[in-house]
């Protein structure tokens, strides 16, 4: 295995921190559809962006959502999830992509992982077909 240092002078600033999310929609109604899925990935991942986060996968089922993000630490991860359901929240119901009345539940989970972890815990998210 090959080991990176990194050398910093005391005037640099450096962080790595990497965040799994994950929530559902309101009672895990299977709200989210195959045919419009990947669009609402890409709205959530320009938001993710637009917060100066890097992300590593994106993956959503039928009842939720994992997203993987290389973490800018200058936002709360609370308002990050509150930022990317409330405005995908209202992109769904803006597109009508829902016939039913769309919601995300009010909960989520987030967990750190390392930088050993990254490859495992994408291929995770993007394989969740095979987990449900």
């Known amino acids: 295995m090959q080991r990176t240092e990194i050398v910093l002078n005391m005037a640099d600033t450096f962080t790595q921190c990497y ?18 899925k990947n669009e609402l990935e890409m709205y959530i991942t320009g938001i993710v962006r637009n917060h100066k986060h890097k992300l590593l996968a994106i993956n959503s089922m039928p009842d939720h959502i994992h997203i993987f993000i ?33 919601e995300w539940q009010k909960g989520y989970g987030a967990f750190t992982h390392s930088h050993s972890q990254i490859d495992a815990v994408v291929k995770y998210i993007l394989n969740q077909e095979v987990h449900h």
Do not use: C, M
């Not at 992109?91 to 009508?96: A, G, P, R, S, V």
């Open 70 to 102: 290389g973490y800018n630490i200058n936002q709360l991860v609370p308002n990050l999830i509150e930022e990317i359901k409330t405005s995908s929240n209202l992109w769904i119901k803006k597109e009508n992509r829902s016939k039913f009345h769309f």
């Open 19 to 36: 965040f799994h999310l994950v929530f559902a929609v309101k009672n895990r109604d299977a709200l989210i559809k195959k045919s419009w």
